[in-house]
């Protein structure tokens, strides 16, 4: 029987190599999906210390039980986040980089990671708020989070935050995908080899840790306005921003940076590790059809 993927239709960017638009959508939500849950599900207790972290207000003690709680409602959030996530960025960077100049390949990786990274905010936006009231120990489960939340706070409540998730995460996504894309295009240069799987996961880590350090006041922020609930104490992302400076310093606005860039520096080493694995298989499984 042939393969379902022989059946994708294409898109020809150039006239002498078409480009598999429905063929790098599958590969894209695989692939995605994989690294999402696997990376998510390691180090989620990491993810869990460095909100409580930042939710606490002034020099308070952050409780260190229950380091994996939400993960299952979590993961179900992460897994159709992550595919969604891939399987937008990967064709829209493919078409992009047709479109345009070779010398543009990073503006076509930034405005990719940027679509992406919208596009998967529907659902990640409400896995986060569940997510993160959970770390913070306001509900014991994710049905009686998402219940209480949308009977006390409307549906509005499960995309609190959004400002601010978007103001983080589109930056976010848009520099760690195309960081780590660069730097993989001139490791190859420079080796003149594709790289090993080692190398791959090294080269995550370093994407992740770059972009997590750079935005960790936007996560601050962020997360203070996530975990707020009604008691609307923030007004918005700036009044948020200017008010934990203006109470508890600038520095303030870096909690939580050292967990946050050892998390997603590991999780970007796991991520693009079994991302990269996964498009492997994928495509000696199902290999793009042939003209």
């Known amino acids: 029987m042939e393969p379902p993927c022989r059946s994708f239709a294409s ?24 690294a999402g849950v696997i990376a998510e599900a390691v180090l989620y207790p990491i993810d869990t210390i460095k909100t409580r972290l930042q939710a606490v207000h002034g020099g308070g003690k952050i409780n260190l039980k229950g380091l994996y709680s939400g993960l299952a409602g979590n993961l179900a959030g992460v897994l159709p986040a992550s595919a969604i996530f891939v399987g937008v960025y990967e064709p829209t ?3 992009l980089l047709k479109s345009l100049p070779e010398n543009l390949s990073a503006v076509a990786q930034l405005t990719a990671g940027a679509i992406g990274g919208a596009a998967s905010s529907l659902i990640r936006v409400p896995t986060e708020v569940v997510k ?28 609190a935050g959004y400002g ?3 103001l983080r995460d589109l930056p976010f996504d848009a520099i760690q995908f195309c960081i780590y894309e660069q730097m993989l295009m001139g490791y190859k240069l ?5 790289p090993k799987d080692a190398e791959i996961a090294i080269v995550g880590a370093f994407a992740g840790a770059i972009t997590g350090a750079m935005t960790t006041p936007l996560d601050v922020v962020k997360t203070r306005l996530m975990v707020q609930g009604s008691a609307n104490q923030y007004k918005g992302i700036f009044d948020c921003a200017r008010t934990i400076a203006k109470e508890e310093g600038t520095r303030a606005l870096l909690k939580g940076v050292g967990p946050r860039v050892l998390w997603i520096g590991v999780g970007g080493a796991i991520f693009f590790g079994v991302l990269e694995k996964t498009r492997q298989i994928l495509a000696q499984r199902c290999p793009e059809p042939k003209m």
């Not at 959970?134 to 549906?155: C, N, R, W, Y």
């Not at 420079?190 to 594709?194: E, G, L």
């Open 93 to 95: 960077k493919q078409k």
């Open 164 to 166: 601010s998730f978007l």
């Open 190 to 194: 420079a080796a003149k080899r594709d």
């Open 132 to 159: 993160q009231r959970m770390q913070t120990g306001q509900f014991a489960s994710a049905p009686d989070a998402i219940h209480l939340i949308v009977s006390k706070e409307g549906f509005k409540g499960l995309y």
């Open 11 to 34: 898109v020809s960017a150039a006239e002498n190599k078409p480009f598999y638009f429905l063929h790098a959508v599958y590969e894209g939500i695989i692939a995605g999906g994989a």
